[in-house]
């Protein structure tokens, strides 16, 4: 296992972020967990630190710089770096675009995206000067693919899996990796969308649906390579996902 690392982790209050955090902290990392839903964090950090792990947490919005600066700014103050980002927060609110569901397209900009790119803006420079870090940018299966219903959300995450590309070749010193959960059981669907298609993902998880350790373990896999090694994108699914 590589050497412990301090380890930022959006939308850690659940799902991938949540169990991300654990097996990290499990791994010997030092998590730090970002999130808008404080009360979430205050008890997942007491639980990691009650069993011997390193945590922390911080009230986090990727939609607003200022927000990601401040905790990121917080951590190199305490700690003197940070070597990972985990970009996880998300949100997909299903519907066809013509019930033209604006409010809920640019939610999803705001948080899918802008949110990475808030994420990557806070922690390059740090990285940068020190030529070394890792940036883990968690996209989707729709990042490859389009789906009715999923049409903006699919736009968010190529645009997450184009910035990692991008990122990867501009910054050599720098590890980047893209992650392509397929259909994860998560908060994901629980606010937002046209009611019957997000009943029906519901319904699709409930039969196929990945636990989020799954892909916990594919970023703990990733995270844990030496530094000369950079694992560019990984795509995880279920083996009984209907997904090509």
């Not at 070597?83 to 997909?92: F, K, P, S, T, Y």
């Not at 190529?158 to 990867?168: D, F, K, N, P, T």
Request: glycine share 10%; aromatic share 2%.
């Amino acid at each position: 296992m590589s050497t412990s690392k301090i380890v930022l982790i959006t939308g850690a209050s659940s799902g991938i972020g949540e169990a991300t955090a654990r097996r990290l902290a499990a791994s010997g990392h030092h998590v730090v967990l970002g999130a808008r839903r404080v009360e979430r964090l205050a008890r997942l950090a007491a639980e990691l630190k009650e069993a011997g792990y390193e945590a922390e947490y911080a009230e986090l919005d990727v939609t607003d710089l200022d927000s990601v600066r401040g905790v990121v700014d917080d951590v190199l103050a305490r700690h003197g770096r940070l070597d990972v980002l985990v970009n996880n927060a998300g949100i997909m609110p299903l519907s066809l675009v013509e019930e033209l569901r604006v409010d809920e397209w640019n939610r999803m900009i705001d948080v899918n995206l802008r949110g990475v790119l808030h994420g990557i803006a806070a922690v390059l420079p740090s990285m940068r000067e020190r030529r070394r870090g890792q940036i883990v940018n968690v996209a989707s299966t729709a990042a490859q693919r389009v789906d009715p219903t999923g049409v903006v959300y699919s736009a968010t995450k190529y645009a997450v899996r184009a910035v990692s590309e991008g990122l990867r070749q501009e910054t050599p010193d720098i590890r980047v990796t893209v992650v392509c959960p397929g259909l994860t059981r998560t908060e994901l669907t629980h606010s937002g969308g046209t009611d019957r298609y997000q009943d029906a993902i519901r319904d699709a998880l409930d039969g196929v649906g990945l636990d989020a350790s799954a892909i916990a373990d594919a970023i703990g896999y990733a995270v844990d390579q030496p530094d000369g090694v950079d694992v560019n994108e990984l795509v995880v699914r279920s083996t009984a996902s209907l997904q090509g």
